[in-house]
């Protein structure tokens, strides 16, 4: 398997990866309305040629087979949301961070996370953060076991409903175990 920056060129493959990733992720889970909704404003290609665009977003595609198999979207912006005071001076939220199924159980998801913490730390980061749904319990077990601990809780709103997130850290000590 292949990791590399996502390029302007990718924007089209890019939206359609991250749209199905998404779909299948929580199509069982969030009424189709507000799934649809979300889907059309957050995964179009317009907004993924934009975030790629976006010199505060980084985008890491994972390729294999020569197909693009699971992405992480970085961006450095202000405070943990849902925490009290940080540590980290310099975080680096992990916006989104999503594998195809075929990929689960392969160490495809540790060798993403291992470089999306890399590249964090490589960019002068101090500490990387993101959210996931609580009742995600397959993405918890996984942050967990790459060294992210909950610090907070956040909503995360889609469609017409609001989720509770878990806010998650991790310091950006090299090499991770």
Do not use: C
């Not at 292949?2 to 089209?12: E, F, M, Y």
């Not at 849902?82 to 540790?110: Q, V």
């Amino acid at each position: 398997m292949l990791i590399r920056h996502a390029l302007p060129a990718d924007a089209h493959a890019f939206a359609a990866l991250a749209e199905r990733l998404w779909r299948g992720t929580y199509a069982d889970l969030i009424p189709a309305p507000d799934l649809e909704a979300h889907l059309e404003e957050a995964f179009g290609p317009a907004q993924q040629a934009a975030e790629l665009a976006d010199r505060a977003w980084r985008t890491l595609l994972l390729e294999g087979g020569g197909e693009l198999l699971g992405y992480a979207q970085l961006r450095a912006h202000g405070p943990v949301p849902g925490t009290p005071s940080m540590a980290f001076t310099k975080p680096l939220e992990i916006a989104r961070f999503y594998l195809a199924p075929a990929t689960h159980g392969t160490g495809a998801a540790r060798e993403l996370m291992e470089a999306v913490l890399a590249e964090a730390a490589a960019a002068g980061h101090d500490g990387a953060w993101l959210q996931v749904w609580e009742r995600n319990a397959r993405a918890r077990r996984f942050y967990a076991k790459m060294g992210f601990t909950p610090v907070g809780a956040t909503d995360f709103r889609v469609g017409s409903r609001v989720y509770h997130d878990l806010v998650l850290v991790h310091g950006l000590e090299l090499p991770f175990d």
